[in-house]
């Protein structure tokens, strides 16, 4: 553990050992290169392993993702960066009928080794297509995985296991949390962190379960903190910790920060009626 770092910073020294750690890796998305991001994420990548490996492209999100595809049926690791949520859908045909289709496609013997980064939601103030939750319409599609990161640790690691991962990957960045500051662990092997869809009780409590995701977790352990009493779910896939958890606390929260309609918290809550249909009270916030 060293000096607290922001969770900018700690994806973009996930970023920099995914880097080191394989030479098949490469960064690729607008602003990526000389300016380091919009937000910062990629800055000094481009200048420490060269324009062949982190690349500016043009303003062609379509042609981004497409471009990925071909790389990773050629044995590369794209990671692709989405500058914000809302310019994700000119690429969501490429996502959707592609890139989530080709493993299965081919029997198994093409993997799609893609992460492709976008920060999401809102809380900075930013006009439309800046503060947009997608993640639903992307966690409904076969052949896709969808993470959230929270804090600093975890996008440092997740990062990380996304980018070893074989299998393509939607991975969501709280954009009001990125200069949130947080200790992380530079020395724990990937294989000895916390699983890439694992889940993980924050805080233990016998009254309330919350579960949330990417920038909700912080309010919903502000809140636990203020109530003195509760407990907080954390997860990337809140379904795997249910179980347990509401066999103590018999009333179920789930927070996210998007649309009421279908979202992914009514998902969590549906799953809990379903583990614990006549024992407890469930909460959609």
Same mark, same amino acid.
């Given at each position: 553990m060293?000096?607290?770092v922001?969770?900018?910073?700690a994806?973009?020294?996930?970023?920099?050992?995914?880097?080191?750690?394989?030479?098949?890796v490469?960064?690729m998305?607008?602003d990526?290169?000389?300016?380091?991001?919009?937000f910062?994420v990629?800055d000094?990548?481009?200048k420490?392993?060269?324009?062949d490996?982190?690349?500016?492209?043009?303003?062609a999100e379509?042609g981004?993702?497409?471009?990925?595809?071909?790389?990773?049926m050629?044995?590369y690791?794209?990671?692709c960066?989405?500058q914000?949520?809302?310019?994700?859908?000119?690429?969501?045909?490429q996502?959707?009928s592609?890139l989530?289709?080709?493993?299965?496609r081919?029997?198994?013997?093409?993997?799609?080794?893609?992460v492709?980064?976008?920060?999401?939601?809102g809380g900075?103030?930013?006009?439309?297509?800046h503060?947009?939750s997608p993640?639903?319409?992307?966690?409904h599609?076969?052949?896709?995985k969808?993470?959230?990161?929270?804090?600093a640790?975890?996008?440092?690691?997740m990062i990380q296991q996304?980018v070893?991962?074989?299998d393509?990957?939607?991975f969501?960045?709280?954009?009001?949390r990125?200069?949130?500051?947080?200790?992380?662990d $530079?020395? #724990?092997? &990937?294989a000895? %962190?916390? !699983?890439?869809?694992?889940a993980?009780?924050?805080?233990?409590g /016998?009254?309330?379960?919350?579960?949330?995701?990417g920038?909700? $977790?912080? #309010?919903c &352990?502000d809140? %636990?903190? !203020?109530r003195?009493?509760?407990?907080?779910?954390r997860?990337r /896939?809140?379904q795997?910790?249910l179980?347990?958890?509401?066999?103590?606390?018999h009333? &179920?929260?789930a %927070?996210?920060?998007?649309?009421?309609?279908r979202?992914?918290?009514?998902?969590v809550?549906r799953h809990?009626?379903?583990?614990?249909?006549?024992?407890h009270?469930t &909460?959609?916030l």
């Amino acid at each position: 553990m060293g000096a607290p770092v922001a969770m900018a910073r700690a994806l973009n020294m996930g970023l920099r050992k995914a880097l080191e750690s394989d030479p098949k890796v490469m960064i690729m998305g607008e602003d990526v290169g000389k300016m380091g991001g919009v937000f910062r994420v990629t800055d000094g990548l481009q200048k420490d392993f060269g324009e062949d490996r982190v690349m500016d492209t043009p303003l062609a999100e379509s042609g981004i993702i497409g471009t990925a595809i071909g790389l990773a049926m050629r044995g590369y690791r794209p990671i692709c960066e989405i500058q914000f949520d809302g310019f994700v859908f000119p690429a969501f045909d490429q996502i959707v009928s592609q890139l989530a289709k080709l493993h299965y496609r081919s029997q198994g013997r093409v993997a799609m080794p893609v992460v492709i980064r976008i920060p999401f939601g809102g809380g900075i103030g930013a006009v439309e297509h800046h503060s947009e939750s997608p993640e639903a319409l992307f966690a409904h599609v076969a052949g896709l995985k969808v993470v959230a990161c929270s804090n600093a640790p975890d996008a440092y690691t997740m990062i990380q296991q996304a980018v070893a991962s074989n299998d393509p990957i939607i991975f969501f960045e709280p954009k009001r949390r990125y200069w949130e500051k947080a200790e992380i662990d $530079v020395d #724990t092997p &990937l294989a000895e %962190a916390v !699983g890439l869809h694992a889940a993980r009780v924050v805080r233990p409590g /016998r009254h309330l379960t919350l579960v949330a995701y990417g920038p909700m $977790v912080k #309010t919903c &352990l502000d809140a %636990a903190r !203020g109530r003195r009493r509760g407990t907080r779910a954390r997860s990337r /896939r809140p379904q795997v910790a249910l179980a347990g958890r509401l066999a103590d606390a018999h009333r &179920l929260g789930a %927070a996210h920060r998007a649309m009421c309609h279908r979202p992914r918290g009514a998902d969590v809550s549906r799953h809990g009626r379903r583990t614990r249909s006549t024992h407890h009270r469930t &909460l959609l916030l």
